[in-house]
């Protein structure tokens, strides 16, 4: 087998299992919001995905960690690399996190993200896993910068950068800063900061200072 048809064959290999753990998050997110988080067990989520325990087992540890990897994107590093392909080329890192946001931070996202935050209130055992899925956000964010970076900023500048801007979006989620999220209207939250505003005064922050 040539090297071009192995590394097709992982391609698509990694393709299948990241199609499968998608659709066991979303059939265990789905139970979560129907049922409240002690309302099912594992069985019920290969059940609905229509797949079988073992393979639930070779993507999550329990259903908690199904539940709160919905709220993960799985954009592909194709995406990435168009994003960064696009950018000017006076652009800093701080112009790439913007716009790596605006990709990731869709309003079925930040949906998601606001019911899994309530969903721990009822249920501790979920919160662990909901810091490590906005944890992996984080992470995933802060390697594109380091390579858009390429050296040119001090060791541990990009880690700064995405756990700032990371960490500001916490209080959009629990709900202690009043912010219209995409796909909320003024009625349902009246006299709140659009989060397209909230997005620029931070980094208006971020750019200038405190």
Sequence with gaps: M???DQMNKQSLRDIKREATGIALAE???KLALERGMDGFVVDDIVQIAN?????FANHFSCKEEAVASAAITFQSSEEADQLI???????SPLDLLYRLLQMQLTA???WKLRELITLSKQ???LEPYILNALRHLQKSSQEI???????RYPEGYTHLLAGAV???????LDGSLNVLLPGQTSEEVPGATTFDQYLNNMFGYLRQGF
């Design 2 to 4: 040539r090297l071009s």
């Design 51 to 55: 797949y079988s325990r073992r393979t």
């Design 123 to 125: 249920s501790p055992s």
């Design 108 to 110: 079925e996202l930040l």
């Design 166 to 172: 990371y960490g500001a979006f916490m209080p959009l």
């Design 27 to 29: 059939a265990a997110f």
């Design 85 to 91: 392909a696009g950018m000017p080329d006076d652009s």
């Design 145 to 151: 910068l380091s390579d858009f970076a390429n050296g």
